[in-house]
C-alpha cells in the first residue's frame, strides 16, 4: 500500500483549511486517511501550521512520499530536515546528540526569523493606520475649512441683505415723515 503525505481539504468556498494527513494514494484527496498529522490555514498571513514533525518523520522513515506543497510545508516546519538528519544518524555519519541539536539551532533560526516577520508585518499595519488616520484628519481639516467658509459667504450675504433692506426702508421712512408734515 504506497503511503502519502497529502493535504485535505477542509473550510467553505473561498476559505481553505487544510488537513496534513497520511493516506492510500488511492484514496480520494478528502476521503479516508491512515493519520492526522497536522493543519495548515494558507489565509492567515503568515500561514498557520501546526505539524506534528515527530509523526510525519516517522512516515518519512516508513517510506511515505509527500506531495510537493505537502513537501514545502513538511521542509518549512523542519521535518524533511529531521529526516535528513536521522538518515545521517543510521549511516553513522553524525551521532544522535549532534543531530539534535543541529535540528534544535535550526528551529531556533527559524523561530527568529518567523518572529521578525510577524514584527514587520504588524509595524507595517502600524503605518497603514497612522497614514490613514493622518490622511482622514487632513480630510477633516479641509471640511472644517470649507464650512467655515461656506458659513461666513452666508453670513455676509446675510449681513448685505440686511443692510439692503435697511436702506430700503430709510428711504420710505424720511418720505413717509415729509407727507405727515405736509399735511400739517
Known amino acids: 500500500m504506497p503511503v502519502r503525505i497529502r493535504l485535505q481539504r477542509h473550510g467553505r468556498k473561498g476559505k481553505p483549511f487544510y488537513w496534513i494527513v497520511a493516506a492510500d494514494s488511492r484514496s480520494k484527496r478528502d476521503g479516508k486517511f491512515l493519520e492526522k498529522l497536522g493543519t495548515y ?19 518519512l522513515r516508513n517510506g ?19 529526516h535528513h538528519l536521522l538518515k545521517g544518524v543510521d549511516k553513522g555519519a553524525l551521532s544522535e546528540d549532534e543531530a539534535i541539536k543541529k535540528f534544535e539551532a535550526w528551529l531556533e533560526e527559524k523561530d527568529a526569523k518567523v518572529s521578525s516577520k510577524k514584527e514587520d508585518l504588524a509595524k507595517a ?6 497614514k490613514a488616520l493622518e490622511a482622514e484628519k487632513e480630510v477633516n481639516e479641509k471640511r472644517k475649512a470649507a464650512a467655515a467658509e461656506a458659513e461666513a459667504e452666508l453670513h455676509a450675504a446675510e449681513t448685505a441683505a440686511e443692510e439692503t433692506t435697511a436702506e430700503a426702508e430709510e428711504p420710505a421712512a424720511e418720505g413717509g415723515e415729509e407727507t405727515k408734515e405736509a399735511e400739517a
Not at 511515505?64 to 529531521?82: D, F, N, V, W
Open 125 to 130: 499595519e502600524e503605518e497603514a493606520k497612522a
Open 64 to 82: 511515505a512520499q509527500p506531495t510537493e506543497t505537502a513537501k514545502r510545508i513538511l521542509s518549512y516546519k523542519g521535518a524533511m530536515l529531521k
Open 41 to 59: 490555514n494558507p489565509t492567515a498571513n503568515p500561514a498557520q501550521i501546526d505539524l506534528d514533525v515527530d509523526g510525519s518523520v516517522k512516515w
